[in-house]
C-alpha cells in the first residue's frame, strides 16, 4: 500500500523485511524483495540474509539457494546467523 507522496525507501522494506522475518513470513519477504526491485530499490546484504533464514526457517530450500546465488552474484557476504542457519 503506498499513500500518495510518499515513496517507500530501502530502510521502509527492510523494517517490513525484518517483521517478516521474526514471523517467519518467507512468502512477504520475497514479494517485498520484488517490490523492491519493481521500484529501482536493489535489496542489500541485510535484505537477503533475511530472506534466506526465513525461507530456511519454512523449509523453502530452493528459493534459500537461490538468493544465496544472487547474493553471491552482488557480492554480498552471508553474515554468521545466515550460515548458522
Request: one cysteine or more; aromatic letters at 8%; proline letters at 4%.
Amino acid at each position: 500500500m503506498e499513500f500518495r507522496g510518499l515513496t517507500p525507501t530501502l530502510a521502509s522494506y527492510s523494517s517490513v523485511i525484518d517483521a517478516g522475518l521474526k514471523a517467519q513470513q518467507w512468502e512477504l519477504i520475497l514479494a517485498k524483495m520484488d517490490g523492491m526491485r519493481e521500484k529501482g530499490l536493489l535489496p542489500d546484504a541485510s535484505t537477503y540474509n533475511a530472506a534466506v533464514r526465513a525461507c530456511v526457517h519454512m523449509d523453502q530450500w530452493k528459493k534459500a539457494i537461490r538468493l544465496l546465488q544472487e547474493m553471491s552474484n552482488r557480492s554480498y557476504p552471508a553474515d554468521q546467523a545466515t550460515y548458522n542457519t
